[in-house]
Structures are given as structure tokens and as C-alpha cells.
């Protein structure tokens, strides 16, 4: 689950890792009010979505007035924003973050994640900040600084010190980096985080400062994070994805047009490359998980039917634990109940495969059997390809 920059700095002040003083607004007149709370002369007003890159894209604007805060806000509220990681659609800006402006001497980079080669949290550090960290780690790898945090000592003050000297930072700095560096840590641990990044932060009148925040918090630890788990805006997710959770069914959301259903990530996986080969694009990656049930399948072809881009269907299901006979059985009221009107290939392997593919035979629906999985890999692609004309 991701947060809001507002939201992460809000941990941030929790922690005592200095961040500018903000308000968050939802209406121009908001904006002005915060920036005339907050004070001062300079403020910057950021579109609060769920995407970096917002600075390139406009979503970052500094302002001289209260009037001009909310003069920004009323641009960038109610629209899309379109950043080099949301893809073309954007997200929503439903909310902006008035800060006090900051003077900026020195921008540079730090995040936390989980190596899981090592089975450590990674600290990274680069001066380099303020830009794009994928960049800098493709042209001058050298400029990027990683220690490994052991799980047992966790964060160790030399390696506080080996980050900071690599950041050129010196004097009171070090030490206020490493006060910053320790609690960056203990929250990344506390609140079960998967990311935490800081890009930049930067040095402002010789004080460290995080002027930007992100956090991932990983979904498998949110029964134990209720607080944060409250946070979560449905506004920047897919609304597939979304619904897909509540059902229990792993989807994602992709741009071709060959709809799959598959039991099991690997084999899903397996599905989609199969597809490909053959010249087809998945609309999806969904795994309706071991017990395929019939209400499984029904909710299933609800949410890949709601995709108005799918042309064909694909279903690819192993019996493994369920007999494919039932399986059979859940797919053809599922088609009935849900009415699908596009070809539905199904290829069905396992226990019991003879009496599933016969019940799909004798159902008289328009149910393409496939004999194995190349099969109905072409078979799918065919049929999309033909409606697609
Ligand atoms: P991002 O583009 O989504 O990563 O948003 P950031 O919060 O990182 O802001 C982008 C850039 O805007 C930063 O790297 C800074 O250069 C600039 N910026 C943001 N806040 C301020 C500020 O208070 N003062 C100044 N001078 N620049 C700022
Ligand atoms: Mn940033």
C-alpha cells in the first residue's frame, strides 16, 4: 500500500526526522489558509498523488503569495497528473500539500528497502539527489552508496558514519544525519514498510531536511497496522485491482485484450507468456487461487468482463485439489449467470479433465475446448484476433 507524501511526513514528524511545516488542502481557499497559518514569504504547494516525477511533470509549484497558493491549487485540483511513473492516464489530484518553501544548498538522496538477496534492509545514499535515482544508477553507478543493515545489530553508527562521509556531509551534519539515518530505520521497521525514500533531502541553511517522502507499507503486515492501514486512498488505485482484493482473487491490470483465468501465480505467469508467443497481449494477470470455487469463477469473470478491451477469454485451470468436473460446472453457470458474450477458451488438466471437458462439450454453450495449453494458447489468439476485425 502506498502513501501519500503528506501522510509519510506526517511518520516522518512522529519520528522526529525534520520535514517542513505543511497543511494538507483540499480546496483552493484551503490552500491559501495554510500557507497564511504556516507563514512566511515563500511556500510551495504539491499535487498529492501516488507517483514521484510530480516536480517535471507540474505538479510542484512554488508561490510568493497566499493568493498564489490557491491560484496553484485551483490548477492542479479536480485534474489529472500525468508523471513519467503513472502511465498515461495519471491520477487524480484530489488533495494538495501546502510546505513552507525551502532554501535549497544541497540535494541528495537516501531510501530504505528490503534486499531480499541478502535478507537485509538496504540503506541507500547518493549525493545525487533530487533527480531520478533509476538514472544515476544506470550512468554513474559510482555515485550511489549501499550498506546492508543486519537484522540482528540493526543500524550500526560506523555505517551511519560511511553514509554520511560518502554524502560529504561533515561536522554537526554527521551526527544529525545519523540521528535522521536511525529513526528513518526504526520506522521503516515499525510501521512494516517495504520502501521508504527520501528524494531529496536536502541541506537547507546547514540543516538536513526531508523535503520529500515516500512509503510503501507492505500489505501482508496490515492487520497489524490498523492506523495506517485507515489511510489508504482508493482514489489512486485501479479500480479493478481494488475490487479483485476484496474478492481474494490476485489480479493485475494489463493493456492487451486477451482476457486469462488461471489457477496458480506460476502457471498464470506461464499463460501469459504463452499468449505472447502466439501473437496475442494478456488484458490481465489473474489467479483465482487452489480452491476455484463457483463463486470464485462467477466473480472472476465479473471483474475481467468490467475490462471493456477484452475480446477473448481464456481459462486455464489445473485440477490439482478441485476435480475439474466441478470446475467445469463453476465456469458454465458462471457464463450463464454473468452472461459472457465473447469467445471463452478453456483448457482443463487434473483430476477428473475426461468428465469436465465433457460436461463443457454437452453444456451448448459457446465454450471452445482446447487440448493442451499451446492449443489454447493459439485458439484464444485466433478467436481475439477475429473479433478484433
Ligand atoms: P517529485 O518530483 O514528485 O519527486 O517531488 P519533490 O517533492 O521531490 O519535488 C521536486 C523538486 O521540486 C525538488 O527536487 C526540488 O528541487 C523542488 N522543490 C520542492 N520543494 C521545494 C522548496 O520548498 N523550495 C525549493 N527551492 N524547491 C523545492
Ligand atoms: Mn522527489
Known amino acids: 500500500m502506498n502513501l501519500h507524501e503528506y501522510q509519510s511526513k506526517q511518520l516522518f514528524s512522529r519520528y522526529g526526522i525534520p520535514v517542513p511545516v505543511g497543511e494538507v488542502a483540499s480546496t483552493p481557499d484551503e490552500a491559501a489558509a495554510a500557507a497564511r497559518k504556516i507563514g512566511g514569504t515563500k511556500w510551495v504547494v504539491k499535487a498529492q498523488v501516488h507517483a514521484g516525477g510530480r516536480g517535471k511533470a507540474g505538479g510542484v509549484k512554488l508561490v510568493d503569495s497566499p493568493e498564489e497558493a490557491a491560484k496553484a491549487a485551483r490548477k492542479m485540483l479536480g485534474e489529472r497528473l500525468t508523471t513519467h511513473q503513472t502511465g ?22 537516501v ?36 550498506v546492508g543493515i543486519h537484522p540482528a545489530t540493526g543500524l550500526q553508527p560506523f555505517q551511519c558514519r560511511v553514509l554520511a562521509y560518502g554524502l560529504g556531509l561533515a561536522g554537526d551534519q554527521v551526527r544529525e544525519f545519523q540521528a535522521i539515518a536511525e529513526a528513518l530505520y526504526k520506522l521503516y521497521l515499525e510501521c512494516d514498510a517495504s520502501l521508504l525514500e527520501v528524494n531529496p533531502l536536502i541541506v537547507s541553511e546547514g540543516k538536513l531536511v526531508a523535503l520529500d517522502a515516500k512509503i510503501n507499507i507492505e500489505d501482508n503486515a496490515l492487520f497489524r497496522q490498523k492506523e495506517i492501514g485507515d489511510w489508504r486512498d482508493a482514489s489512486q488505485e485501479d479500480p479493478m485491482e481494488r475490487a479483485a482484493a476484496e474478492h481474494e482473487l490476485n489480479y493485475v491490470s494489463l493493456d492487451g485484450d ?16 504463452l499468449i505472447k508467443l502466439h501473437g496475442g497481449a494478456p488484458a490481465n494477470f489473474l489467479d483465482v487461487g487452489g480452491g476455484a470455487t463457483r463463486e470464485r469463477v462467477t466473480e472472476a469473470f465479473n471483474l475481467i468482463l468490467s475490462n471493456t478491451r477484452v475480446r477473448a477469454i481464456l481459462v486455464n485451470i489445473f485440477g490439482g485439489i478441485v476435480r475439474c468436473d466441478m470446475i467445469a460446472e463453476g465456469i458454465i453457470s458462471a457464463v450463464k ?23 463443457l462439450a454437452e453444456s451448448g454453450l459457446a465454450i471452445t475446448a482446447a487440448s493442451d495449453l499451446t492449443d489454447a494458447a493459439k485458439k484464444v489468439v485466433a478467436a481475439a484476433a477475429k473479433r478484433g476485425r
Open 88 to 109: 498515461p492516464e495519471g491520477l487524480p489530484i484530489n488533495q494538495v500539500f501546502v510546505e513552507s518553501g525551502s532554501k535549497i544548498d544541497r540535494e541528495l538522496y
Open 111 to 146: 531510501s530504505l528497502v528490503l534486499n531480499r538477496e541478502t535478507g537485509q534492509v538496504s540503506f541507500i545514499a547518493s549525493a545525487a539527489g533530487g533527480m531520478d535515482i533509476e538514472e544515476v544508477a544506470a550512468h554513474t553507478p559510482e555515485k550511489i552508496i549501499r
Open 258 to 273: 486477451i482476457a486469462c483465468m488461471v489457477n496458480g501465480a506460476g502457471l498464470a505467469m506461464a499463460t501469459m507468456d
Open 337 to 359: 449467470d454473468v452472461g459472457v458474450k465473447i469467445p471463452v477458451v478453456v483448457r482443463i488438466e487434473g483430476t477428473n479433465a475426461e468428465q469436465g471437458r465433457k460436461l
